[in-house]
């Protein structure tokens, strides 16, 4: 349990800090988006090592080779469509809203595509389904509440940096895609 508790909170560290730049580019926040922002990012993170522990060993090498550049595009392609957005002064109400479906959606296929591999390498390690389960539960549960907790540290950031949150932010996240692809091709 212990083990599971600490791979939760590892895969939930991107989630943590993508939520954190949602918080502080949010806007007016609602309780509400920071309940969505943890759900997306709790669900992703737990069902994305489920799908990687049925699809097994044999996909892992395809996975592998690819998930980095996966995560590096949505997250910098994200960040950079924010600090454009702010440099033009064309802040469009979806592209200037991390908390709607579309941005959730991508941000949360970004951080969690790490969890998939993780899935895969669970297929040898997993004695029982049931101990796969509880695993994948735990990680989802701690995606969720470190990143609800996120947006509100976020929007306590947000507060301070006023204007220049939503490039700081857009920063944060092309940052998050670099070191992940950073990570999966040099370690």
């Known amino acids: 349990m212990w083990t599971a508790m600490i791979l939760g909170i590892g895969l939930a560290m ?3 800090a993508v939520s954190i730049t949602n918080g502080m580019c949010g806007g007016r926040l609602k309780p509400r988006h920071a ?16 799908i990687g522990l049925f699809l097994g060993m044999s996909f892992m090498k395809y996975i592998s080779a690819v998930d980095h550049w996966i995560g590096f595009i949505l997250l910098a392609g994200i960040g950079i469509n924010m600090i ?15 908390f709607c479906a579309k941005n959730l959606l991508i ?4 951080t969690s595509i790490d969890a998939l591999a993780v899935g895969i390498g669970m297929t040898a390690d997993i004695a029982s389904y049931s101990e796969a389960y509880r695993t994948v539960a735990i990680i989802g549960i701690s995606t969720f509440i470190i ?8 929007r306590l950031f947000g507060g301070m940096l006023k204007d220049k949150a939503q490039i700081f932010g857009g920063l944060i996240l092309i940052g998050i895609g670099t070191k992940i692809l950073i990570e999966h091709l040099f370690f």
């Open 147 to 154: 990143s609800t907790a996120g947006v509100y540290i976020g």
């Open 35 to 50: 309940l969505v922002d943890g759900l997306t990012f709790g669900l992703f993170q737990a069902a994305m090592p489920l």
């Open 84 to 98: 454009r957005g702010v440099l033009k002064k064309e802040e469009e109400e979806q592209a200037a809203n991390p």
């Open 14 to 16: 991107d989630a943590f």
């Open 107 to 110: 941000q949360g296929v970004a």
